[in-house]
């Protein structure tokens, strides 16, 4: 008995062994949990920055309005002063402009015919056909609210039109053409509501985009109205139809958007804060936004202007098209 | 002081009880009967006939129970555990094709390609097919349960909105983009994260179920239970043969063969069923863990895509995430590098290279839309990303099938490998317990010739 024990002990020891041999292990199971855990990067919301920029009214200026007075003769197409930067454009072959594509009625990208296309786009079109002679001679690239002003900066664009509003402290960073649009500061309602104007929203929710001048503004206002922050400007009209809010307050621009897209709402009293668009051109290129000046005043004059206001907005305003804000220029 | 008083107490106990009269005579005598019965030979032999009947149930009891505990996790493991798994995988990857296939088709604009709503349907009519398997099957836990909760509430308002963003792209107005949006976002920020609970409780029960379907404790017990059995058995065997002077009892040397037998058996079941429960996990479920969760990831990939072209410039996010998941899909140090080990296990390299060569291409032709985007052409950048997603033979497309396909067939080497586990135990569950009452008996019949030859 003696002898056996250690030869049972071994086959049992031997028995182990085998079984010691590989083992399961849950590392790939943790790597994949790992890599489904996998967080979206924290982005930089596009409006704050705005609102810094924006915000800030001590930035002061007498007439941030006034831009440069155009030359007294308008270079032809196809034939812009030698050394200017239309010449560059016009070497390049098209005028590269930098817009939003979600803003119906004003820049547009229509998923059915894969154009972009509005009120700003017209106009954009038309300083493409003073340097080229060809509206079409021109490229369009979405731009954010945060990169339009290093756009122009860094060149990679040589215009902005994106219901950019002429501030002092914007025009320390760029130029800005005479106003093209006299946008301003509305509330929009569902048709049901019985607002009349933004002093019935007194204790209402009211819709705005984060960090925009809009919402700023709202917190201002007497009856105090309860400020509803989303990241993107057409998050406010799902908000109103979802009824997370009683109104919407923004530019005017863009509520005539939200207007055309929903019948069932109303754009109601008079504009409470002034919101002028211009076009913003780099400081670089001061003859640019002469030319532009130019074309703008041509368009003014010639009626283009409210050709191209009354095909986008003579429909959802029903009202008669009004006269194209007056250029001023600086002394 | 006190200390050395009470241990004298103590110690004078048993004394007054011996100075009393009666029990304490009876049982001294019992004990003496008993010891003298012991000396003789057939009192030696009920001894060990006791002894030899203990072994073998010992034995019988520590196999059966071995066996059972082994048995029961393969079985789980099989039948409960992984099925589930492949559910809430199902699930986890229905719903982020859903949104891969809702988000692209978007692009197309007011005429959507009949095969592209199809596909999205189908993809929530899987979704909703595991999430009621689920919903029956999950037992217990109270996370998993919530998990289920969040998503059967949620994916309604999801699909309501995917719908109101259709009916809105298709009268052409942006809102329809803020609705999808939502929808998406609604979608990343609750319901998926339910479904990778989900997916990690179900990962989990499976790791456990592997775990104790391995575990090295009752195979241990088993050898200690067969080393007791036999040792007494062959001292009973020398003991016989010493008193009776025949060397061979054949009745006790059937017990001993068949305690051995049996043994043998159980330890061949189960260090079989734990290599192929082992193989299961390598040559199965690792690479379905990996390979599905990479098929997610390609389709949070491809809806960060459409996204940021359906956001045309505004979204920022979108971007980001989606370099953010590119990378931690690459084959270069991402989830696509742990696919090639895996497969190597299997001798799918090739299947595996083959991967990296669809992601490569899948990365190059997502570059040529985002540098048609940014260089302003995003009527093109719309046209090729729609162009691939009705193509199945677009990189996504290929890659996603693949991805699909090598998940198949390593669930197929699940399946065929946890058969095995629970094949290798088969017969033992009843073999046990009856071998080894019925090496008591002969044990017993051998030891009980033994004593008659002393009446």
């Not at chain 1, 400081?283 to 640019?288: D, S, W």
């Not at chain 1, 206001?309 to 001023?328: D, E, F, I, M, N």
Request: charged residues 20%; proline residues 5%; positive net charge.
């Amino acid at each position: 008995m003696r002898r056996r024990l250690p030869e049972v002990l071994a086959v049992a020891a031997a028995a182990a062994a085998i079984a010691g041999c590989g083992s399961t292990s849950d590392h790939p199971l943790r790597v994949a949990l790992a890599a489904l855990a996998t967080k979206p990067p924290a982005t930089t919301t596009s409006s704050s920055t705005t609102s810094s920029s924006t915000a800030s009214s001590g930035a002061s200026c007498s007439h941030p309005e006034a831009s440069l007075r155009p030359g007294a003769v308008m270079p032809t197409p196809g034939a812009v002063p030698h050394g200017s930067f239309m010449e560059r454009i016009q070497r390049r072959g098209y005028l590269r402009a930098g817009v939003d594509q979600n803003t119906l009625l004003f820049a547009y990208f229509n998923p059915q015919d894969r154009n972009i296309e509005g009120f700003e786009i017209d106009l954009l079109r038309q300083i493409a056909k003073a340097i080229f002679g060809n509206p079409d001679a021109i490229q369009f690239r979405a731009v954010t609210t945060n990169e339009r002003s290093d756009a122009l900066r860094d060149g990679s664009v040589d215009i902005v039109a994106d219901a950019f509003t002429i501030t002092c402290e914007r025009r320390r960073q760029v130029d800005f053409s005479t106003v093209y649009f006299d946008a301003g500061q509305q509330v929009l309602v569902p048709s049901n509501s019985a607002a009349r104007s933004v002093k019935d929203l007194g204790g209402k929710r009211v819709c705005a985009t984060i960090g925009s001048t809009t919402i700023l503004k709202l917190k201002t206002l007497k009856p105090r109205v309860v400020a509803y922050g989303v990241p993107q400007r057409t998050d406010c009209l799902v908000a109103l139809q979802q009824g997370l809010v009683d109104a919407i307050s923004s530019d005017s621009s863009i509520l005539l958007g939200y207007e055309a897209q929903d019948p069932e709402t109303k754009i109601v009293g008079p504009r409470f804060a002034d919101e002028p668009y211009g076009m913003a051109i780099s400081k670089a290129h001061p003859e640019f936004v002469r030319f532009v000046n130019g074309v703008l005043a041509r368009m003014r004059a010639d009626g283009t202007w409210e050709r191209i206001y009354a095909h986008w907005l003579g429909k959802v305003t029903h009202a008669k098209t009004p006269a194209p804000p007056t250029a001023q220029y600086e002394h | 002081m006190f200390v050395y008083r009470s241990e004298f107490a103590v110690e004078a106990h048993p004394l007054d009880t011996v100075a009393r009269p009666g029990a304490p005579t009876r049982t001294a005598a019992l004990w003496q009967r008993l010891r003298r019965r012991a000396i003789t030979t057939p009192g030696k032999l009920a001894l060990v006939s006791m002894l030899v009947v203990a072994g073998a149930l010992c034995f019988g009891v520590v196999a059966t129970l071995a066996e059972r505990s082994r048995a029961d996790a393969a079985r789980a493991a099989r039948t409960q555990s992984e099925p589930l798994l492949v559910k809430a995988v199902t699930l986890y990857n229905s719903l982020s094709d859903a949104n891969a296939t809702a988000t692209t088709t978007f692009l197309t604009g007011g005429l959507e390609p009949p095969q592209r709503r199809a596909h999205y349907l189908q993809d929530l009519r899987l979704a909703t097919g595991s999430l009621t398997t689920l919903t029956r099957d999950i037992s217990g836990s109270g996370e998993a349960r919530s998990a289920v909760r969040t998503i059967s509430d949620e994916l309604p308002v999801y699909s309501g909105r995917v719908e109101a963003a259709r009916a809105n792209n298709l009268q052409g107005f942006p809102v329809g983009a803020a609705y999808l949006r939502q929808a998406s976002n609604l979608l990343a920020v609750t319901i998926l994260p339910a479904a990778n609970r989900l997916y990690a409780i179900e990962a989990q029960r499976l790791g456990d179920d592997y775990r104790s379907g391995t575990s090295n404790a009752p195979l241990v017990a088993l050898g200690i239970a067969i080393a007791l059995s036999l040792v007494i058995l062959i001292a009973a065997q020398r003991f016989v043969a010493r008193i009776s002077r025949r060397i061979l009892n054949v009745w006790m040397l059937l017990a001993t063969l068949v305690i051995a037998g049996v043994s043998v058996w159980a330890v061949v079941g189960l260090v079989g069923e734990r290599n192929a429960l082992i193989r299961a996990q390598r040559d199965g479920s690792d690479s379905v863990e990996v390979l599905t969760a990479s098929r997610v990831l390609l389709s949070r990939a491809q809806s960060d895509q459409s996204l940021t072209l359906v956001g045309r410039g505004s979204d920022e996010a979108s971007p980001a995430d989606f370099q953010k998941v590119m990378s931690v899909l690459s084959p270069q140090g991402g989830m696509l590098a742990v696919v090639g080990p895996l497969a190597a296990r299997t001798g799918t390299g090739q299947d595996a290279q083959r991967l990296a060569q669809e992601f490569a291409d899948y990365r190059n032709q997502a570059g040529k839309v985002t540098a048609l985007q940014d260089s302003g052409r995003i009527g093109d950048a719309i046209k090729l990303a729609v162009a691939d997603a009705a193509s199945p033979s677009s990189p996504a497309a290929r890659l996603s099938f693949d991805l699909a396909a090598q998940a198949n067939a390593a669930q197929a080497r699940f399946q065929s490998q946890a058969a095995d586990a629970t094949s290798a135990l088969s017969g033992l569950e009843i073999a046990i317990p009856v071998l080894a009452v019925a090496a008591a008996i002969l044990a017993l019949v051998g030891l009980r010739q033994r004593a008659r030859e002393y009446r």
